[in-house]
Protein backbone atom coordinates (compact mmCIF):
# COMPACT_ATOMS: atom_id res chain seq x y z
CA UNK A 1 0.00 0.00 0.00
CA UNK A 2 1.81 3.14 -0.60
CA UNK A 3 -0.17 4.81 2.26
CA UNK A 4 2.40 2.46 4.19
CA UNK A 5 5.76 5.00 2.12
CA UNK A 6 3.64 7.93 3.05
CA UNK A 7 5.59 10.27 4.98
CA UNK A 8 4.78 13.07 6.84
CA UNK A 9 5.20 16.47 8.65
CA UNK A 10 3.90 18.65 11.38
CA UNK A 11 1.56 21.47 10.05
CA UNK A 12 1.02 24.59 11.53
CA UNK A 13 -1.65 27.68 11.80
CA UNK A 14 -2.47 29.68 8.88
CA UNK A 15 -0.38 32.39 8.58
CA UNK A 16 -1.63 36.03 9.26
CA UNK A 17 -0.99 36.84 5.65
CA UNK A 18 -3.16 33.92 4.33
CA UNK A 19 -6.08 34.67 7.14
CA UNK A 20 -9.20 35.93 5.68
CA UNK A 21 -12.10 37.62 6.53
CA UNK A 22 -14.04 34.46 6.44
CA UNK A 23 -11.57 32.53 7.50
CA UNK A 24 -12.66 32.41 10.93
CA UNK A 25 -14.66 28.99 12.50
CA UNK A 26 -18.19 30.22 12.90
CA UNK A 27 -20.67 27.54 11.81
CA UNK A 28 -24.39 28.99 10.63
CA UNK A 29 -26.39 30.51 7.69
CA UNK A 30 -26.68 34.36 6.76
CA UNK A 31 -27.97 35.87 3.29
CA UNK A 32 -25.43 38.17 2.03
CA UNK A 33 -27.90 40.72 0.43
CA UNK A 34 -27.22 42.00 -2.97
CA UNK A 35 -24.30 44.95 -2.63
CA UNK A 36 -22.65 43.34 -0.17
CA UNK A 37 -18.75 43.76 -0.48
CA UNK A 38 -16.76 41.65 1.83
CA UNK A 39 -14.02 44.19 1.47
CA UNK A 40 -13.53 47.64 0.11
CA UNK A 41 -10.87 46.32 -2.79
CA UNK A 42 -13.28 43.62 -4.29
CA UNK A 43 -16.58 43.73 -6.19
CA UNK A 44 -20.18 44.03 -5.02
CA UNK A 45 -22.76 41.06 -5.08
CA UNK A 46 -25.21 41.45 -7.65
CA UNK A 47 -27.57 38.94 -6.29
CA UNK A 48 -28.52 37.88 -2.77
CA UNK A 49 -26.22 34.82 -1.91
CA UNK A 50 -26.96 32.30 1.17
CA UNK A 51 -23.74 31.58 2.56
CA UNK A 52 -23.69 28.13 5.10
CA UNK A 53 -20.78 28.40 6.42
CA UNK A 54 -18.25 26.08 8.10
CA UNK A 55 -20.89 22.74 7.41
CA UNK A 56 -19.46 19.67 8.58
CA UNK A 57 -18.95 16.65 5.98
CA UNK A 58 -18.12 13.12 6.95
CA UNK A 59 -15.89 11.23 5.11
CA UNK A 60 -16.35 7.54 4.42
CA UNK A 61 -13.39 7.20 7.04
CA UNK A 62 -14.77 8.82 9.81
CA UNK A 63 -12.62 11.61 8.98
CA UNK A 64 -14.98 15.18 9.21
CA UNK A 65 -14.29 18.49 7.06
CA UNK A 66 -15.87 21.95 6.59
CA UNK A 67 -17.05 23.35 3.84
CA UNK A 68 -18.27 27.28 3.11
CA UNK A 69 -21.44 26.73 0.25
CA UNK A 70 -22.58 29.84 -1.60
CA UNK A 71 -26.26 29.75 -2.99
CA UNK A 72 -28.91 31.67 -4.82
CA UNK A 73 -31.20 32.89 -2.31
CA UNK A 74 -34.60 31.67 -2.94
CA UNK A 75 -36.29 28.18 -3.07
CA UNK A 76 -35.41 27.06 -6.83
CA UNK A 77 -32.44 23.76 -6.48
CA UNK A 78 -29.18 24.55 -8.18
CA UNK A 79 -26.06 22.13 -9.74
CA UNK A 80 -23.05 23.36 -7.71
CA UNK A 81 -19.38 23.68 -8.95
CA UNK A 82 -16.75 22.35 -6.24
CA UNK A 83 -13.29 23.93 -5.83
CA UNK A 84 -11.07 21.64 -4.59
CA UNK A 85 -7.80 22.39 -2.48
CA UNK A 86 -5.66 23.15 0.52
CA UNK A 87 -5.99 26.86 0.07
CA UNK A 88 -8.00 28.07 3.07
CA UNK A 89 -11.30 28.52 1.71
CA UNK A 90 -11.52 31.77 3.58
CA UNK A 91 -8.51 33.15 1.99
CA UNK A 92 -9.23 35.08 -0.88
CA UNK A 93 -9.62 38.04 0.87
CA UNK A 94 -5.95 37.17 2.55
CA UNK A 95 -2.86 39.80 1.36
CA UNK A 96 -1.49 36.52 -0.37
CA UNK A 97 -4.27 36.09 -2.65
CA UNK A 98 -4.16 39.87 -3.18
CA UNK A 99 -0.37 40.05 -3.71
CA UNK A 100 -0.42 36.52 -6.68
CA UNK A 101 -3.41 39.40 -8.28
CA UNK A 102 -0.86 42.07 -8.62
CA UNK A 103 1.93 39.95 -9.48
CA UNK A 104 0.17 39.49 -12.27
CA UNK A 105 -1.77 42.54 -12.74
CA UNK A 106 -5.21 41.25 -12.04
CA UNK A 107 -7.41 44.55 -10.49
CA UNK A 108 -8.37 42.64 -6.93
CA UNK A 109 -12.22 43.84 -7.86
CA UNK A 110 -11.75 41.11 -10.31
CA UNK A 111 -13.35 38.91 -8.01
CA UNK A 112 -15.90 39.35 -5.18
CA UNK A 113 -13.34 38.11 -2.22
CA UNK A 114 -15.52 35.00 -1.95
CA UNK A 115 -13.54 33.06 -4.03
CA UNK A 116 -10.72 30.32 -2.74
CA UNK A 117 -7.42 31.27 -4.71
CA UNK A 118 -7.83 30.08 -8.40
CA UNK A 119 -11.19 28.59 -7.93
CA UNK A 120 -14.98 30.16 -9.52
CA UNK A 121 -16.28 33.21 -7.74
CA UNK A 122 -19.75 32.77 -6.26
CA UNK A 123 -21.20 36.35 -7.36
CA UNK A 124 -21.02 35.44 -10.67
CA UNK A 125 -21.89 32.07 -10.55
CA UNK A 126 -24.36 32.52 -8.15
CA UNK A 127 -26.05 35.26 -10.16
CA UNK A 128 -26.06 32.63 -12.80
CA UNK A 129 -27.94 29.95 -11.12
CA UNK A 130 -24.94 27.88 -9.80
CA UNK A 131 -23.94 27.39 -5.52
CA UNK A 132 -20.45 26.68 -5.20
CA UNK A 133 -18.48 24.98 -2.40
CA UNK A 134 -15.06 26.00 -0.85
CA UNK A 135 -13.83 23.11 0.75
CA UNK A 136 -11.18 23.07 3.50
CA UNK A 137 -10.13 19.73 2.77
CA UNK A 138 -8.80 16.93 5.20
CA UNK A 139 -6.23 17.75 7.62
CA UNK A 140 -6.77 21.88 6.60
CA UNK A 141 -7.56 24.98 8.50
CA UNK A 142 -9.99 23.43 10.94
CA UNK A 143 -10.70 20.10 9.05
CA UNK A 144 -9.77 16.68 10.73
CA UNK A 145 -7.01 14.34 9.45
CA UNK A 146 -3.83 14.38 7.87
CA UNK A 147 -3.49 16.51 4.56
CA UNK A 148 -2.13 14.52 1.78
CA UNK A 149 -0.74 16.45 -1.92
CA UNK A 150 -2.05 14.97 -4.86
CA UNK A 151 -3.07 11.81 -4.53
CA UNK A 152 -5.67 8.78 -4.72
CA UNK A 153 -6.71 9.64 -1.61
CA UNK A 154 -7.58 13.23 -2.62
CA UNK A 155 -10.00 11.58 -5.20
CA UNK A 156 -11.82 9.38 -2.84
CA UNK A 157 -12.54 12.17 -0.05
CA UNK A 158 -13.87 14.62 -3.11
CA UNK A 159 -15.99 11.32 -4.06
CA UNK A 160 -17.90 11.62 -0.58
CA UNK A 161 -18.23 15.29 -0.64
CA UNK A 162 -19.84 15.19 -4.45
CA UNK A 163 -22.21 12.76 -3.20
CA UNK A 164 -22.72 14.61 0.21
CA UNK A 165 -23.48 17.51 -1.82
CA UNK A 166 -26.12 15.95 -4.43
CA UNK A 167 -28.70 14.71 -1.93
CA UNK A 168 -28.74 18.72 0.12
CA UNK A 169 -32.42 20.15 -0.58
CA UNK A 170 -31.24 23.17 -2.19
CA UNK A 171 -29.22 20.79 -4.81
CA UNK A 172 -30.34 19.47 -8.23
CA UNK A 173 -28.23 16.61 -7.89
CA UNK A 174 -25.73 17.76 -10.41
CA UNK A 175 -22.11 18.48 -9.29
CA UNK A 176 -19.54 20.13 -11.46
CA UNK A 177 -16.01 21.05 -10.49
CA UNK A 178 -13.58 23.88 -11.77
CA UNK A 179 -10.87 25.69 -10.80
CA UNK A 180 -6.66 26.23 -12.09
CA UNK A 181 -3.20 24.21 -10.71
CA UNK A 182 -4.08 22.50 -7.75
CA UNK A 183 -7.91 22.63 -8.19
CA UNK A 184 -7.29 21.33 -11.72
CA UNK A 185 -5.59 18.38 -10.65
CA UNK A 186 -7.69 17.57 -7.66
CA UNK A 187 -10.29 17.04 -10.70
CA UNK A 188 -8.10 14.33 -12.32
CA UNK A 189 -8.24 12.14 -9.30
CA UNK A 190 -11.72 12.92 -8.65
CA UNK A 191 -13.23 11.70 -11.89
CA UNK A 192 -11.08 9.17 -12.08
CA UNK A 193 -13.08 7.71 -9.13
CA UNK A 194 -16.15 8.52 -10.76
CA UNK A 195 -18.70 9.27 -8.09
CA UNK A 196 -22.27 8.96 -9.79
CA UNK A 197 -23.51 12.48 -9.15
CA UNK A 198 -20.12 14.32 -10.78
CA UNK A 199 -21.42 15.52 -14.39
CA UNK A 200 -18.56 17.60 -15.55
CA UNK A 201 -15.11 18.64 -15.03
CA UNK A 202 -13.16 21.54 -16.13
CA UNK A 203 -9.65 21.21 -15.29
CA UNK A 204 -7.71 25.07 -16.06
CA UNK A 205 -3.82 23.76 -16.17
CA UNK A 206 -2.58 21.33 -13.62
CA UNK A 207 0.07 18.52 -13.43
CA UNK A 208 -0.90 15.24 -13.54
CA UNK A 209 2.16 12.89 -12.18
CA UNK A 210 3.57 14.52 -9.25
CA UNK A 211 6.90 12.19 -9.90
CA UNK A 212 7.13 13.96 -13.58
CA UNK A 213 5.96 16.91 -13.30
CA UNK A 214 6.46 18.24 -9.79
CA UNK A 215 9.32 16.77 -7.91
CA UNK A 216 11.56 14.48 -10.48
CA UNK A 217 10.53 15.96 -13.76
CA UNK A 218 13.33 14.64 -16.14
CA UNK A 219 14.44 12.41 -13.20
CA UNK A 220 15.95 15.45 -11.57
CA UNK A 221 15.48 15.80 -7.85
CA UNK A 222 13.96 19.52 -8.27
CA UNK A 223 11.81 20.52 -5.59
CA UNK A 224 12.04 24.25 -5.48
CA UNK A 225 8.43 24.23 -5.95
CA UNK A 226 7.22 21.38 -4.03
CA UNK A 227 8.73 23.15 -1.40
CA UNK A 228 7.00 26.61 -1.79
CA UNK A 229 3.98 24.22 -2.17
CA UNK A 230 4.84 22.10 1.17
CA UNK A 231 5.63 24.65 3.32
CA UNK A 232 3.30 27.78 1.78
CA UNK A 233 0.02 25.99 2.49
CA UNK A 234 -1.06 22.70 3.96
CA UNK A 235 -1.86 24.81 7.30
CA UNK A 236 -4.15 22.55 10.07
CA UNK A 237 -4.20 21.21 13.47
CA UNK A 238 -2.35 17.89 12.39
CA UNK A 239 0.27 16.41 10.25
CA UNK A 240 0.91 17.00 6.11
CA UNK A 241 2.27 14.82 3.73
CA UNK A 242 6.50 15.38 3.53
CA UNK A 243 6.66 15.33 -0.15
CA UNK A 244 10.06 16.97 -0.16
CA UNK A 245 11.27 14.15 2.38
CA UNK A 246 9.47 10.98 -0.08
CA UNK A 247 11.66 12.85 -2.88
CA UNK A 248 14.12 12.47 -1.29
CA UNK A 249 13.86 8.81 -0.09
CA UNK A 250 11.92 7.64 -2.97
CA UNK A 251 14.27 8.84 -5.77
CA UNK A 252 12.77 6.03 -8.61
CA UNK A 253 9.04 5.87 -9.68
CA UNK A 254 7.08 3.30 -7.08
CA UNK A 255 4.10 2.48 -4.88
CA UNK A 256 3.89 6.01 -3.54
CA UNK A 257 4.33 7.95 -6.61
CA UNK A 258 2.04 5.65 -8.75
CA UNK A 259 -0.30 6.55 -6.43
CA UNK A 260 -0.35 10.08 -7.52
CA UNK A 261 -1.17 9.21 -11.16
CA UNK A 262 -4.85 9.69 -11.97
CA UNK A 263 -6.16 6.74 -13.35
CA UNK A 264 -6.87 8.15 -16.66
CA UNK A 265 -8.73 5.46 -18.47
CA UNK A 266 -11.37 5.82 -15.55
CA UNK A 267 -12.15 9.58 -16.59
CA UNK A 268 -15.26 9.39 -18.30
CA UNK A 269 -17.23 12.11 -17.61
CA UNK A 270 -17.59 15.54 -19.88
CA UNK A 271 -14.60 17.58 -19.79
CA UNK A 272 -13.52 20.98 -20.56
CA UNK A 273 -9.90 20.91 -19.72
CA UNK A 274 -7.94 24.65 -20.58
CA UNK A 275 -3.87 24.59 -21.28
CA UNK A 276 -0.98 26.61 -22.25
CA UNK A 277 2.13 26.24 -23.51
CA UNK A 278 3.95 28.33 -21.26
CA UNK A 279 3.37 27.06 -17.58
CA UNK A 280 6.68 24.56 -17.41
CA UNK A 281 4.59 23.37 -14.16
CA UNK A 282 1.51 22.40 -15.32
CA UNK A 283 1.32 22.04 -19.45
CA UNK A 284 3.13 18.65 -19.68
CA UNK A 285 0.72 16.89 -17.15
CA UNK A 286 -2.49 18.98 -18.60
CA UNK A 287 -2.00 17.92 -22.36
CA UNK A 288 -0.96 14.22 -20.75
CA UNK A 289 -4.66 13.86 -19.05
CA UNK A 290 -6.37 15.35 -21.93
CA UNK A 291 -4.84 12.95 -24.04
CA UNK A 292 -5.01 9.55 -22.26
CA UNK A 293 -8.09 10.53 -20.68
CA UNK A 294 -11.12 8.47 -21.96
CA UNK A 295 -14.23 10.67 -21.63
CA UNK A 296 -15.49 10.75 -25.70
CA UNK A 297 -16.69 14.32 -24.66
CA UNK A 298 -13.51 16.45 -24.22
CA UNK A 299 -12.87 19.63 -25.37
CA UNK A 300 -9.20 21.08 -25.06
CA UNK A 301 -8.76 25.22 -25.38
CA UNK A 302 -5.13 26.04 -25.63
CA UNK A 303 -4.60 29.75 -24.69
CA UNK A 304 -1.98 32.74 -24.65
CA UNK A 305 -1.81 33.85 -21.65
CA UNK A 306 -1.37 32.45 -17.78
CA UNK A 307 -3.77 30.56 -16.59
CA UNK A 308 -5.32 33.44 -13.52
CA UNK A 309 -5.98 36.13 -16.28
CA UNK A 310 -7.59 33.76 -18.44
CA UNK A 311 -9.62 32.09 -16.08
CA UNK A 312 -11.05 35.46 -15.06
CA UNK A 313 -11.55 36.69 -18.08
CA UNK A 314 -15.21 37.63 -18.74
CA UNK A 315 -15.39 35.97 -22.63
CA UNK A 316 -13.76 32.78 -20.92
CA UNK A 317 -16.24 32.44 -17.98
CA UNK A 318 -19.04 33.22 -20.37
CA UNK A 319 -17.27 30.11 -22.39
CA UNK A 320 -17.26 28.17 -19.41
CA UNK A 321 -20.91 28.92 -17.89
CA UNK A 322 -21.79 27.63 -21.87
CA UNK A 323 -20.12 23.83 -20.82
CA UNK A 324 -21.74 23.97 -17.58
CA UNK A 325 -25.19 25.42 -18.38
CA UNK A 326 -25.32 22.13 -20.88
CA UNK A 327 -24.02 19.25 -18.59
CA UNK A 328 -25.55 20.96 -14.91
CA UNK A 329 -28.62 22.11 -16.16
CA UNK A 330 -29.47 20.41 -19.47
CA UNK A 331 -29.61 23.73 -21.54
CA UNK A 332 -30.02 22.99 -25.53
CA UNK A 333 -27.40 25.61 -26.02
CA UNK A 334 -25.03 23.79 -29.28
CA UNK A 335 -22.58 23.29 -26.93
CA UNK A 336 -21.89 20.33 -28.36
CA UNK A 337 -20.74 21.93 -31.56
CA UNK A 338 -17.62 23.84 -30.16
CA UNK A 339 -14.57 22.94 -31.88
CA UNK A 340 -13.30 19.90 -29.34
CA UNK A 341 -9.90 21.54 -30.20
CA UNK A 342 -9.29 25.64 -30.13
CA UNK A 343 -5.72 26.31 -30.03
CA UNK A 344 -2.57 29.40 -30.17
CA UNK A 345 -0.28 30.12 -32.10
CA UNK A 346 2.31 32.59 -30.96
CA UNK A 347 4.14 34.94 -32.58
CA UNK A 348 5.91 36.47 -30.04
CA UNK A 349 5.70 39.84 -32.03
CA UNK A 350 2.04 40.81 -30.68
CA UNK A 351 0.53 38.85 -33.71
CA UNK A 352 -0.79 35.67 -31.45
CA UNK A 353 -3.68 33.78 -33.45
CA UNK A 354 -5.61 31.98 -30.81
CA UNK A 355 -9.26 30.35 -30.87
CA UNK A 356 -8.03 28.07 -34.04
CA UNK A 357 -10.55 25.26 -34.18
CA UNK A 358 -9.52 21.70 -34.72
CA UNK A 359 -10.47 18.37 -34.34
CA UNK A 360 -7.14 16.78 -32.61
CA UNK A 361 -4.35 17.95 -31.35
CA UNK A 362 -1.29 18.28 -33.13
CA UNK A 363 -3.89 19.46 -35.86
CA UNK A 364 -4.76 17.25 -38.78
CA UNK A 365 -2.38 18.15 -41.66
CA UNK A 366 0.83 18.39 -38.72
CA UNK A 367 3.98 16.30 -39.78
CA UNK A 368 6.75 15.67 -37.55
CA UNK A 369 9.88 16.75 -38.91
CA UNK A 370 13.32 15.95 -38.39
CA UNK A 371 16.10 18.85 -38.13
CA UNK A 372 19.32 17.20 -37.77
CA UNK A 373 21.77 18.57 -35.55
CA UNK A 374 25.35 19.51 -37.63
CA UNK A 375 28.26 19.84 -35.08
CA UNK A 376 30.30 21.66 -37.59
CA UNK A 377 28.11 24.19 -38.91
CA UNK A 378 26.32 24.37 -35.61
CA UNK A 379 23.30 24.29 -38.03
CA UNK A 380 19.90 22.34 -38.12
CA UNK A 381 19.07 20.71 -41.28
CA UNK A 382 16.25 18.36 -42.73
CA UNK A 383 18.90 16.38 -44.31
CA UNK A 384 20.86 14.35 -41.95
CA UNK A 385 24.95 15.11 -41.97
CA UNK A 386 27.07 12.43 -44.02
CA UNK A 387 29.74 13.27 -41.31
CA UNK A 388 30.50 12.50 -37.47
CA UNK A 389 31.14 15.43 -36.03
CA UNK A 390 31.19 16.66 -31.89
CA UNK A 391 29.70 19.35 -30.14
CA UNK A 392 30.83 19.55 -26.62
CA UNK A 393 31.43 22.08 -23.54
CA UNK A 394 32.44 22.01 -19.78
CA UNK A 395 29.58 21.43 -17.83
CA UNK A 396 30.87 23.91 -14.97
CA UNK A 397 32.23 26.34 -17.07
CA UNK A 398 30.78 29.06 -19.47
CA UNK A 399 28.97 28.92 -21.09
CA UNK A 400 27.75 25.37 -20.41
CA UNK A 401 26.14 24.86 -23.46
CA UNK A 402 26.06 24.42 -27.17
CA UNK A 403 22.99 25.87 -30.00
CA UNK A 404 22.11 24.55 -32.84
CA UNK A 405 20.76 27.41 -35.75
CA UNK A 406 17.80 27.24 -38.44
CA UNK A 407 16.37 29.97 -40.06
CA UNK A 408 12.78 29.73 -42.16
CA UNK A 409 12.65 30.80 -46.04
CA UNK A 410 8.96 30.81 -45.69
CA UNK A 411 6.50 30.90 -42.89
CA UNK A 412 6.49 27.88 -41.15
CA UNK A 413 4.08 27.06 -38.28
CA UNK A 414 4.71 24.34 -35.25
CA UNK A 415 1.99 23.20 -33.64
CA UNK A 416 2.25 19.56 -31.48
CA UNK A 417 4.96 17.83 -29.59
CA UNK A 418 8.57 18.24 -30.44
CA UNK A 419 11.24 15.83 -28.66
CA UNK A 420 15.22 15.76 -29.12
CA UNK A 421 16.76 12.24 -29.78
CA UNK A 422 20.34 13.04 -29.41
CA UNK A 423 23.55 10.91 -29.05
CA UNK A 424 25.71 11.91 -26.34
CA UNK A 425 28.74 11.52 -23.75
CA UNK A 426 29.99 12.27 -20.74
CA UNK A 427 33.96 12.69 -20.26
CA UNK A 428 35.70 12.27 -16.64
CA UNK A 429 31.92 11.28 -15.63
CA UNK A 430 29.31 8.78 -15.20
CA UNK A 431 26.11 10.65 -15.97
CA UNK A 432 24.63 14.52 -17.37
CA UNK A 433 21.69 16.52 -16.51
CA UNK A 434 20.58 17.98 -19.58
CA UNK A 435 18.40 20.78 -20.42
CA UNK A 436 16.86 21.81 -23.65
CA UNK A 437 15.30 24.70 -25.51
CA UNK A 438 13.65 25.76 -28.60
CA UNK A 439 13.73 29.37 -29.21
CA UNK A 440 12.17 31.80 -31.63
CA UNK A 441 15.06 34.45 -33.16
CA UNK A 442 14.05 37.24 -35.21
CA UNK A 443 15.58 37.54 -38.67
CA UNK A 444 18.74 39.58 -36.95
CA UNK A 445 19.11 36.71 -34.50
CA UNK A 446 17.80 38.30 -31.50
CA UNK A 447 15.53 35.97 -29.29
CA UNK A 448 12.33 36.63 -28.67
CA UNK A 449 9.73 36.75 -25.79
CA UNK A 450 6.17 37.52 -24.86
CA UNK A 451 5.04 38.64 -21.46
CA UNK A 452 1.93 36.11 -20.24
CA UNK A 453 0.35 38.90 -17.73
CA UNK A 454 -0.99 42.56 -17.79
CA UNK A 455 1.70 42.89 -15.48
CA UNK A 456 4.83 44.29 -17.67
CA UNK A 457 6.54 46.60 -15.37
CA UNK A 458 9.84 46.97 -14.69
CA UNK A 459 9.63 44.43 -11.77
CA UNK A 460 8.23 42.00 -14.27
CA UNK A 461 11.43 42.89 -16.46
CA UNK A 462 13.68 42.16 -13.37
CA UNK A 463 11.97 38.96 -12.18
CA UNK A 464 11.33 37.12 -15.69
CA UNK A 465 15.03 38.33 -17.14
CA UNK A 466 16.14 34.70 -15.76
CA UNK A 467 13.08 32.78 -14.08
CA UNK A 468 9.57 33.79 -13.09
CA UNK A 469 8.58 31.73 -16.07
CA UNK A 470 5.20 31.69 -15.74
CA UNK A 471 5.36 35.60 -16.44
CA UNK A 472 7.02 35.73 -19.78
CA UNK A 473 7.04 32.95 -22.29
CA UNK A 474 10.75 32.04 -23.92
CA UNK A 475 10.67 29.10 -25.77
CA UNK A 476 9.81 24.63 -24.97
CA UNK A 477 11.59 23.00 -22.59
CA UNK A 478 12.96 19.76 -21.52
CA UNK A 479 15.34 18.05 -19.49
CA UNK A 480 16.34 14.68 -18.90
CA UNK A 481 19.52 13.20 -16.28
CA UNK A 482 21.15 10.55 -18.62
CA UNK A 483 20.87 7.67 -16.31
CA UNK A 484 16.89 7.86 -16.64
CA UNK A 485 17.01 7.65 -20.07
CA UNK A 486 15.09 3.96 -20.19
CA UNK A 487 12.03 4.46 -22.05
CA UNK A 488 8.46 3.49 -20.85
CA UNK A 489 7.30 1.18 -24.33
CA UNK A 490 3.78 1.30 -23.13
CA UNK A 491 3.34 5.02 -22.53
CA UNK A 492 5.90 6.64 -25.01
CA UNK A 493 4.61 7.48 -28.69
CA UNK A 494 6.91 8.84 -31.56
CA UNK A 495 6.23 12.42 -30.61
CA UNK A 496 6.17 12.17 -27.22
CA UNK A 497 8.77 10.00 -25.56
CA UNK A 498 8.40 9.40 -21.41
CA UNK A 499 10.36 7.15 -19.54
CA UNK A 500 9.88 4.82 -16.71
CA UNK A 501 12.13 6.25 -13.66
CA UNK A 502 12.93 2.78 -12.18
CA UNK A 503 15.85 2.66 -12.97
CA UNK A 504 19.80 4.02 -12.99
CA UNK A 505 21.80 3.59 -15.88
CA UNK A 506 25.34 5.12 -15.63
CA UNK A 507 27.58 6.18 -18.55
CA UNK A 508 30.72 4.37 -18.12
CA UNK A 509 34.03 5.83 -19.90
CA UNK A 510 33.92 6.06 -23.87
CA UNK A 511 30.12 5.56 -24.01
CA UNK A 512 27.83 7.15 -26.45
CA UNK A 513 24.47 6.81 -25.49
CA UNK A 514 21.26 7.62 -27.42
CA UNK A 515 18.50 9.36 -25.58
CA UNK A 516 14.71 10.87 -25.97
CA UNK A 517 13.86 13.89 -24.16
CA UNK A 518 10.53 15.43 -24.70
CA UNK A 519 10.06 19.28 -24.98
CA UNK A 520 6.83 21.31 -23.78
CA UNK A 521 4.04 21.15 -26.60
CA UNK A 522 4.70 24.12 -28.90
CA UNK A 523 2.69 26.64 -31.25
CA UNK A 524 4.59 29.21 -32.81
CA UNK A 525 4.79 31.10 -35.84
CA UNK A 526 8.04 31.64 -37.89
CA UNK A 527 7.84 34.35 -40.79
CA UNK A 528 10.63 34.32 -43.71
CA UNK A 529 13.99 35.39 -42.77
CA UNK A 530 13.07 33.94 -38.74
CA UNK A 531 15.07 31.66 -37.36
CA UNK A 532 14.90 28.21 -34.10
CA UNK A 533 17.61 28.15 -32.29
CA UNK A 534 17.95 24.29 -30.76
CA UNK A 535 20.24 24.61 -26.96
CA UNK A 536 21.26 21.70 -25.35
CA UNK A 537 22.92 22.92 -21.70
CA UNK A 538 24.12 21.53 -18.45
CA UNK A 539 22.00 24.90 -16.71
CA UNK A 540 18.08 25.42 -16.05
CA UNK A 541 17.65 27.77 -18.87
CA UNK A 542 15.09 29.32 -18.29
CA UNK A 543 15.10 29.71 -14.13
CA UNK A 544 11.96 29.29 -11.43
CA UNK A 545 8.82 28.94 -12.29
CA UNK A 546 7.79 31.49 -9.79
CA UNK A 547 9.60 33.62 -8.23
CA UNK A 548 11.51 33.39 -4.93
CA UNK A 549 12.13 29.68 -5.09
CA UNK A 550 15.35 27.88 -4.98
CA UNK A 551 16.45 27.19 -8.39
CA UNK A 552 17.68 23.81 -9.22
CA UNK A 553 21.28 23.10 -9.97
CA UNK A 554 22.10 20.24 -12.58
CA UNK A 555 23.87 17.90 -10.75
CA UNK A 556 27.54 17.78 -13.54
CA UNK A 557 30.97 17.82 -14.15
CA UNK A 558 33.36 17.02 -16.81
CA UNK A 559 32.59 17.48 -20.34
CA UNK A 560 29.52 17.28 -22.05
CA UNK A 561 29.40 16.08 -25.79
CA UNK A 562 26.80 16.08 -28.25
CA UNK A 563 27.63 13.73 -30.99
CA UNK A 564 26.38 14.17 -34.79
CA UNK A 565 26.11 12.85 -37.79
CA UNK A 566 26.66 9.51 -39.77
CA UNK A 567 25.92 6.54 -37.28
CA UNK A 568 25.07 8.86 -34.62
CA UNK A 569 22.59 11.28 -35.93
CA UNK A 570 21.35 13.45 -33.67
CA UNK A 571 17.91 14.95 -34.35
CA UNK A 572 15.44 17.68 -33.15
CA UNK A 573 11.46 16.28 -34.27
CA UNK A 574 9.49 19.44 -34.96
CA UNK A 575 5.72 19.30 -35.41
CA UNK A 576 4.71 21.57 -38.93
CA UNK A 577 1.59 22.31 -39.94
CA UNK A 578 1.25 22.04 -43.72
CA UNK A 579 -1.61 23.24 -44.21
Known sequence: MSSDLTMYTASGPLPAARTGVLTGFAPGTQTL?????????????????????????????????????????????????????????????????????????????????LAKFEAPDPAYWCAQGYAVCNPDVRGVVDSDGDSVLWDRQEGRDCYDLVEWLAVQPWCTGKVGMSGTSYLAVAQWFTAAEQPPHLAAINPWEGVSDVYRDLVLRGGMPDTGFAAQLQHGSFFGRSRKEDVLAEAERYPLMNELWADKIPEFDRIAVPAYVVASYSNTLHTA???????????????LRIHNSQEWPDYYDAANVEDL???????????????EQTPHVRYSVLDLRGGDEVGVPADT???????????????????????????????????????????????FDVETV?????????????????????FVLVQKLDAYGTPLAAFTVPNQSAMAHDLTDHGATILR?????????????????????????????????????????????????????????????????????????????????????GRHVIH??????????LPVRTR
Open 361 to 407: FPPEGTVSQRFYLDARSRSLSVTAPSEQAEAAYTADANPGAVSFITR
Open 414 to 434: LVGYPKAHLWVEARDADDMDL
Open 321 to 335: RRFFDHYLKGVDNGW
Open 33 to 113: EAGFRIAPQFRDLPVDVVLDKDVAVTLRDGVTIHVDVFRPAGDEQVPVIVAWSPYGKGQGTSASVMGVFGLVGLSNQTVSG
Open 473 to 557: YKGSDGRLRVSARHLDPALSTDDVPAHTFDRVEKLSAGQIVDIEIDLLPVGLRFSPGEQLRFIVSARNLLGTMMPGIREYVGANS
Open 564 to 573: TGAATPSYLQ
Open 285 to 299: GTFRAWRRMASPDKW
